[in-house]
């Protein structure tokens, strides 16, 4: 069964500071990866994706991040932080032949002036 | 706008009352999904659609809950002697098949529950 663990359930940066969001995976399979951002009371948008080939994706809004097989891990970076990028985030995971996402608990970005 | 769809954005409901929510997806989209948020929660997935057919269900999806797509186009979501415990947000999304973005879900605004 696949699980997805977002490390930190609130993190807090200084505008212009770098952003590091944490997700960890498990599956016994690599999974396809993804970031999504959520807005209040708003649905998810996604930032970007890892599937295959590259495992450095860079996402909208300055996001990227880096599938490590080795650490099971996708986290979440951005070199400067702005006060628009606070927010709700999502790691998410499917496996192939599958089609549902399954979703880690979320971590909610907090950026201060 | 040719996003994801949904309607209504919030609904209040009595427990005890049906409710029936809307999904328009992407329009060459053959695949729907809906999950379902809690607060503090990710999304959980409920059920999903290829076209018409309901290809797979969650068991979070008791049999208070139905969903239909009868023409490959809109989807609805009925809950049935709504509980307390439904009080939630319901997201739909879509995708396509195949091709490139095949793997890419996109969402619409939800429908928040409020069961009193």
């Known amino acids: 069964a696949q699980s997805v663990t977002q490390l930190g359930s609130h993190v807090s940066v200084s505008e212009g500071a770098l952003v590091l969001l944490r997700c960890n995976y498990s599956s016994s399979v690599p999974p396809y990866l993804f970031w999504y951002v959520q807005y209040p009371n708003q649905g998810l948008q996604l930032l970007l994706k890892y599937t295959t080939g590259a495992t450095l994706v860079k996402g909208i809004n300055g996001f990227e991040a880096e599938f490590k097989k080795s650490e099971t891990s996708f986290h979440l970076t951005k070199p400067s932080a702005h006060m628009s990028d606070a927010a709700e985030y999502f790691c998410?995971?499917?496996?192939?032949?599958?089609?549902?996402?399954?979703f880690g608990t979320g971590t909610r970005l907090l950026v201060s002036p | 706008d040719t996003g994801v769809s949904q309607d209504p954005r919030h609904k209040i409901t009595k427990r005890g009352q049906n409710v029936t929510f809307r999904c328009d997806p992407i329009?060459?989209?053959?695949?729907l999904y809906w999950y379902r948020q809690t607060l503090g929660q990710g999304p959980e997935f409920l059920t999903y659609f290829q076209n018409e057919a309901q290809l797979e269900k969650s068991r979070l999806l008791s049999d208070r809950f139905s969903a239909e797509r009868p023409k490959g186009s809109f989807s609805t979501l009925e809950i049935q002697r709504t509980e307390q415990g439904d009080s939630a947000m319901y997201l739909c999304?879509?995708?396509?098949?195949?091709?490139?973005?095949?793997?890419?879900?996109?969402f619409g605004p939800g429908t928040r529950l409020t069961v009193l």
């Open positions: 329009s060459e989209h053959n695949r």
């Open positions: 999304a879509s995708s396509i098949i195949r091709g490139r973005g095949r793997n890419e879900q996109f």
């Open positions: 998410a995971v499917i496996h192939t032949g599958f089609q549902k996402l399954v």
